[in-house]
């Protein structure tokens, strides 16, 4: 265990001295009864969840406060050889548990949990719970043994019903020099590792799916139906596979295999679709103030059996897709592809959607995609280049027509 006061955040001025300190970041020190770090984990953190009030259901984002503080109950386990964990504290009641596991050549996250208060109010106003709730999800966070883990790109890590964002995170467990490996192992969002001398094999083509079917879905709350969507949906993926080869592989929902749900409130309106081990949400937004509906946010989770990384995991909550005005249904024949990152997309086939103010199970008025707009320009161009042509050609041959009578005139 951590001896008193020894797991603690180092002194400010030696952090920027060393330089550690990044923005909005923090740096989280875990020492033994020695006062040797065994962990270290520089980091900011944005938390993402919802709670009921009288009013309904609210969504609630907030930040990791500089003041949050490492716990004496955090832990280097027995000889820095056994499982670890990093406890911080902030708010009122709120703890962030990183929990380490190690194995002979790597060490690993293997699970995070996060406990909040639900009567702080400076966090969730109006809450109509004062209870404290725990959320728990394993980790992909993982790094060999005397490296850092570092991932400057924002990772999500999903809790349940709370979404934990960490940007520009070095974490090290298992320490063997009181400080930082100068050594890292990177994460997967920071992109593919430098090219290696010799060519990467091709990956071996995998067979394209058909268009998946299109099936209808609905969500309703307490004030009726909030949502009406009729789509088929397929989703790619490229990941890494056991043998370090790089895949792009789509793969179909299955209307007959797959379950609904979602929630209504003022301003979110939430469809969740799993099937098996897949689980891929849709969130629409409303902006108040031009009254607007759109996509606006994707989350995946899925199992990939041959990946290097069978957890896959992609979201993103700042798209702006399928739009159209508040009491209208948004439609498109043509396929959309929406980019959730750089490794996921989500491919929509015919769609025809409405968030918010849904009049029973019908559509509002329809705003056409763009797409489709564009394949209609087509046909139209080339009819109106062809009436053109026959026009053109008409009046040639009456004009000529009139100076051949001409010719013959008696005089």
Avoid at 198 to 209: D, G, I, K, R
Avoid at 255 to 267: E, Q, V, Y
């Amino acid at each position: 265990m951590a001896a008193p006061g020894g797991a603690r955040r180092w002194p400010l001025l030696l952090l920027l001295f060393a330089g550690l300190v990044h923005g909005a970041s923090a740096v989280f020190v875990v020492k033994d009864g020695n006062g040797t770090a065994c962990i270290m984990a520089n980091f900011s953190a944005a938390f993402l969840t919802s709670y009921d009030t009288k009013n309904g259901s609210k969504s609630v984002t907030f930040e990791l406060p500089a003041s949050a503080e490492v716990l004496n109950s955090s832990s280097c386990g027995k000889g820095n050889a056994s499982d670890s964990s990093l406890v911080i504290a902030f708010g009122r009641g709120h703890t962030l548990t990183l929990s380490f596991t190690r194995n002979a050549t790597r060490y690993s996250v293997q699970l995070m949990r996060f406990v909040y208060n639900l009567s702080d109010t400076g966090i969730f106003p109006n809450s109509s719970s004062k209870e404290t709730k725990t959320v728990e999800s394993v980790t992909d966070i993982r790094a060999d043994i005397n490296k850092k883990y570092r991932c400057v790109s924002s990772k999500q890590i999903h809790l349940r019903n709370v979404t934990v964002t960490l940007r520009d995170a070095t974490i090290q467990a298992y320490l063997s020099n009181d400080s930082f490996s100068t050594e890292e192992t990177h994460c997967e969002q920071d992109g593919p590792l430098p090219p290696s001398p010799t060519a990467p094999p091709q990956p071996s083509p995998t067979p394209v799916p058909a268009s998946p079917s299109v099936s209808r879905y609905n969500v309703s709350g307490t004030n009726g139906t909030c949502l009406l969507a009729s789509m088929g949906l397929q989703l790619n993926v490229t990941y890494r596979t056991r043998d370090n080869t790089t895949v792009t592989r789509e793969f179909n929902i299955d209307p007959s295999k797959t379950t609904f749900g979602g929630n209504c409130t003022a301003r979110l309106v939430t469809l969740a679709l799993r099937s098996g081990n897949l689980l891929l949400v849709l969130q629409f937004a409303m902006n108040a103030s031009s009254s607007r509906v759109f996509l606006q946010g994707v989350q995946l989770t899925m199992t990939l059996p041959d990946a290097r990384d069978p957890a896959f995991r992609a979201a993103n909550d700042s798209l702006r897709a399928l739009q159209a005005a508040a009491g209208n249904s948004y439609k498109c024949d043509a396929e959309e592809r929406v980019q959730v990152t750089e490794a996921a997309f989500l491919n929509i086939f015919r769609v025809w959607v409405q968030a918010f103010r849904v009049d029973g199970d019908k559509f509002g008025p329809v705003e056409e995609c763009q797409l489709d707009a564009n394949s209609m320009l087509i046909p139209v161009a080339v009819g109106g280049a062809l009436a053109g042509l026959v026009l053109i050609v008409l009046i040639a041959y009456l004009i000529g027509r009139k100076r051949s009578h001409a010719g013959y005139q008696t005089i």
